[in-house]
């Protein structure tokens, strides 16, 4: 049975704050559901903030892979001139909210700036996972890619994974091998 998307909301908010639902009921009108196909782009308007119920997307500076985001996580549009795209690698359902929308609500209602404040914290972790990557020897990468993208080969194809890796497609090609 598909949640709904207070349960969803709930999932992403618990952790943050336990009872944003009393506190602030108009957080649960500001997110609007999504739903991207397969390589469809996000509209890449600044400050959006998606909310990624089921699927993956890819962050891409120009071409080069910077970032996976899947289920469970948040993925933010940098409020400022940037060269990303982001891009449906699977069918995704998410939750969209502006960032215009989070200050009207926090005008009203300043409880709402601690829970956007960890979701920045939150935002910032998953930007400093591919740095946290590329600092690791060769060998160590597969694991830690693998560890958080267990299903990441059926999305992508070998030399997008080995680019986000930061190694050649042939030892993305051996690492597999020795693995499996």
Not at 139 to 148: E, N, S, T
Not at 150 to 158: G, M, N
Request: with cysteine; net charge neutral.
């Amino acid at each position: 049975m598909r949640k709904s998307k207070e349960e969803i909301l709930a999932s992403f908010l618990k952790d943050i704050h336990s009872e944003y639902v009393s506190a602030m009921p108009e957080l649960t009108d500001a997110f609007e559901e999504i739903r991207f196909v397969k390589g469809e782009h996000l509209t890449n308007n600044w400050g959006e903030l998606y909310l990624i119920a089921e699927g993956i997307f890819g962050k891409y500076e120009k071409t080069c892979p910077v970032r996976y985001a899947i289920s469970g996580e948040s993925l933010m549009i940098p409020y400022h001139r940037h060269d990303y795209q982001f891009i449906a690698l699977s069918n995704c359902w998410t939750f969209m909210t502006t960032r215009q929308q989070l200050y009207t609500i926090n005008s009203k209602n300043p409880k709402l700036f601690p829970i956007y404040a960890s979701l920045m914290d939150k935002q910032q972790q998953y930007l400093n996972y591919r740095a946290k990557l590329l600092s690791f020897p060769n060998p160590d990468k597969y694991d830690f890619v693998f560890d958080k993208y267990p299903d990441i080969r059926q999305y992508i194809k070998h030399k997008e994974l080995a680019q986000f890796m930061g190694i050649s497609e042939e030892l993305l090609r051996r690492l597999i091998r020795e693995r499996e």
